[in-house]
């Protein structure tokens, strides 16, 4: 049976409102969270050694996440807290009581949440509210208006006479295994279509000498890919470029779904027309070359 105190509070005249107003502020926390977490990721995510391991993240990820994330959260809860206080006879009494109840259960959620996305940044509201009106706005599109862009793949012809690797020959792999190129201030790094992350810090050095490089695009701060592994048709639209089946298959053997998707994804900062910029420059989709091996390190 329930505590005569709780039913009170149940039955009282503001628990209506209050749940719902605490339940709107934590929603708002939770798309702040939300935004914060893509700044970080797109901004320094660099910063920490092995991009899905909490654990390994560098000691100068956090000073940023607690500036970024946690005090601005905490100091709007204590401000709406004063506020409420303020009409009371005692505020501080009222103050003190709510910030050792109630705060640590606010950090809870903070840290819960934010690890939570660590892992799986598809569940951040923010991203999904942006993506539902996007697909609203493209529902309401005419066919006529379509942004996709229809071209031709030369993935197709090389599959007939190839199939997926990595390949391997004296440490090198082909130009087709390479699936996308990481960047930061240690060096560079390449992603091979099985997943593999391998340190390749010359890869676009070795790629210029062949002419190959006109087939990697950067897309984000970080990351680079290669195009030929790109499904055409392109929705131009989209900020996150699709993959071919075979691809993003072999792919799911050492990365998850959510590190596919964020090395594939245009990040801010990059020009509108960054696909349309790269079919106009390769004009004719010739692929002469993807079975060359390049040296990784």
Wanted: hydrophobic share 45%; net charge neutral; with cysteine.
């Amino acid at each position: 049976m329930l505590h005569p105190g709780v039913l009170d509070r149940v039955s009282s005249g503001n628990f209506l409102p209050l749940t719902l107003g605490t339940t709107m502020l934590f929603c708002a926390f939770a798309v702040w969270i939300g935004t914060q977490h893509l700044w970080i990721k797109d901004n320094r995510y660099g910063w920490t050694k092995d991009n899905q391991k909490i654990i390994l993240i560098s000691k100068r990820l956090w000073p940023i996440y607690l500036i970024r994330v946690v005090l601005p959260v905490l100091a709007t809860y204590i401000l709406i807290i004063y506020l409420a206080a303020a009409a009371t006879d005692d505020p501080a009494g009222h103050i003190f009581f709510h910030i050792v109840t109630y705060v640590p259960i606010l950090f809870l959620f903070i840290g819960g949440y934010s690890l939570f996305l660590w892992y799986y940044p598809g569940y951040i509201l923010a991203t999904n509210f942006f993506r539902a009106k996007e697909k609203a706005k493209t529902a309401e599109e005419p066919d006529g208006e379509q942004g996709d862009l229809y071209v031709y793949m030369p993935f197709y012809d090389i599959k007939k006479h190839t199939e997926m690797g990595p390949v391997r020959k004296n440490g090198q792999v082909r130009f087709l295994d390479i699936f996308a190129i990481y960047g930061k201030r240690e060096g560079r790094f390449v992603f091979l279509t099985n997943g593999e992350k391998v340190f390749a810090d010359k890869i676009m050095q070795e790629l210029k000498e062949r002419g190959l490089d006109r087939w990697i695009l950067k897309i984000s701060r970080n990351y680079s890919i290669n195009m030929l592994l790109v499904l055409y048709t392109i929705d131009t639209r989209s900020k996150t470029l699709k993959l071919h089946q075979e691809v993003y298959d072999n792919l799911l053997k050492n990365l998850s779904a959510a590190e596919i998707e964020e090395i594939s994804t245009i990040g801010p900062g990059m020009k509108n027309t960054l696909v349309e910029d790269f079919l106009v420059g390769n004009d004719g989709m010739d692929y002469e070359g993807w079975d060359d091996f390049i040296p990784l390190h």
